[in-house]
């Protein structure tokens, strides 16, 4: 072990004086490798010693400062190969990979002695800081970030709700001044249309043109506050189609849901059970085939955030297989739990669990959204991370209206998709990394730059670890909130490192994440990923008038109708339509003795007369 590790350093132009190595133990455990003299380091903790990493050179450089990274013996994993290589990694980018690479002086190794390289992770839905009356959610972009980075995530998009009537770009303006001190890891932004005229409409051209936004999401449910009419819904995905956006849809029909909030709290239900009560799965998939109707119509690319149920899951798959450009988001909590818990005995467990459209009753629900996203029917996931403390959900410990929706995710949901899909044998790596991170870099026009190991890519790694098992717990979770809907959940698959930007994160638990380290990335028009559709079905569906020669023949003169809108001859009957003779409805051409009013005609010799089924019947009068 000894010699090959020195050859190994030796190999790297390495020496105790310009840099770190850093080495992984196999799971299986391995010699740990030699480590050269340090005099000027302390002993390493027993805690250290366990761990399987060792640690070399001077300990007054943080790790954290180092520009310079090659990660050895690691197999790379991307959404359509995996490989054996090294990478090495410089100012923050990807600039080699390969075998025996040639890199500069100084550089820090990290072994991965065989375990997966995978891009790092793209959650994309959160609601960090998110304002809710008057309050705030719990985690904010430090903490937020933060806990993404100690599952695997390497970057967020986040959702910018402004308040109805309220300015679009001002709002913008308002998450970007959040964020941009406090993110630990590089994010993007979509931003929520909550009311719709002229002056938004100017307002979505600037934020696509001039501030990097390319997808916007619009609320089919929250009646007489975000709702759009169908009508709007047609205005707003014609003009995102033409513009080269995104929609997406919060899809529920809140409508009936109002009706149904209203009768649940009329029957004395006001508790969490009455939130899932009010929004049955129906619900979520007729508003998943209406927004899939109107999409088609304009022919704008569509979005569904939050996928839920399994109805909502097949109508999205069945859209896609006709061939429309629509996309399914299934979330953390979809995937790693169900609704049952909203009958729990413990109001605080039952209102953690309260989010829109509400997690499955049915407990087989995880298992099929699991299978789908694996197949591909479903393409991407997010957290839809937004966490209340217990607090600030029980404003509506009399009322389930009242309680803030939101559950915790973003630092589980790449355990939890590894558990359910790829441990289970549903979905394999590759689809992992896809469902993770690549295709969300597709969709939001971000790739290669991320969800992918590449030359030139971002140096957002995450070295996975398939064999780790998780205990979920909220006393060591990274959120701020006090519980976990995930709670004493066993996972399989979770990070041993975690490389954003370049610099080392994560170490086996172990944090050095940087407030204010992430940048906000803009995300351009027209993605191929999605447009490359648009534009063929929008070629194939022009539509061009018959040509044919003018009509010369005679035109009804509509000066003459009364303003009723009836004709007036109609009224007199004309010669084309006799009025009807009116029938003496207490008049009656039946008699108990068999006689028939027409007895008496004369019959057609020709008309052959046809016993009815079962023969004729001889009973003519009741004596």
Known sequence: GCSSA??????????????????????????????????????????????????????NIPRITSDRLLVKGGRIVNDDQSFFADLYMEDGLIKQIGDNLIVPGGVKIIEANGKMVIPGGIDVHTHLQMPYRGMTAVDDFFQGTKAALAGGTTMIIDHVVPEPECSLVEAYEKWREWADGKTCCDYSLHVDITHWNDSVEQEVETLIKQKGINSFMVYMAYKDLYQMSNTELYEIFSCLGKLGAIAQVHAENGDIIAQEQTRMLEMGITGPEGHVLSRPEELEAEA?????????????????????SKSAVDLISQARKKGNVVFGEPIAASLGTDGTHYWS??????????????????????????????????????????TFSTAQKAIGKDNFTLIPEGTNGIEERMSIIWDKAVATGKMDENQFVAVTSTNAAKIFNLYPRKG?????????????????????????????????????????????????????????????????????????????????????????????????????????????????????????????RQT??????????????GVQSDDSAARSASRRIMAPPGGRSNITSLS
């Open 345 to 386: 005995k413990n109001w605080a467990k039952a209102a953690a669990f309260v989010t829109s459209p509400p997690l499955s009753p049915d407990p087989t629900t995880p298992d099929y959204i699991n299978s789908l996203l694996a197949s591909g029917d479903l393409q991407v996931s997010g957290s839809a991370h937004c």
């Open 452 to 576: 992918r190991i590449a030359v030139g890519s971002d140096s957002d790694l995450v070295i996975w670890d398939p064999d780790a098992v998780k205990i979920i717990s909220a006393k060591s979770h990274h959120s701020v909130a006090e519980y976990n809907i995930f709670e004493g959940m066993e996972l399989r698959g979770a990070p041993l490192v975690v490389i954003c930007q370049g610099k080392i994160i994560l170490e086996e638990g172990s944090f050095h994440a940087i407030q204010g380290m992430g940048r906000f990335i803009p995300c351009s028009p027209f993605p191929d990923y999605v447009y490359k559709r648009i534009k063929a079905r929008k070629q194939i569906a022009e539509l061009r008038p018959v040509p044919r020669g003018m009509y010369d023949g005679p035109v009804f003169d509509l000066a003459s109708t009364p303003k009723g809108g009836t004709p007036a001859s109609s009224t007199k009957g004309s010669p084309t």
């Open 580 to 593: 009807p003779p009116v029938r003496n409805l207490h008049q009656s051409g039946f008699s108990l003795s």
């Open 288 to 308: 998943v085939f209406r927004a899939i109707t109107i999409a088609s119509q304009t022919n704008c690319p569509l979005y569904v955030s939050k996928v839920m």
């Open 6 to 59: 020195r050859s190994r350093l030796a190999r790297s132009q390495l020496s105790p004086e310009t840099g770190t190595y850093y080495c992984l133990t196999g799971i299986g455990g391995g010699e740990e490798a030699p480590r050269p003299p340090d005099p000027e380091g302390p002993p390493r903790s027993s805690a250290a010693m366990s761990s399987g990493i060792s640690y070399q050179g001077k300990k």
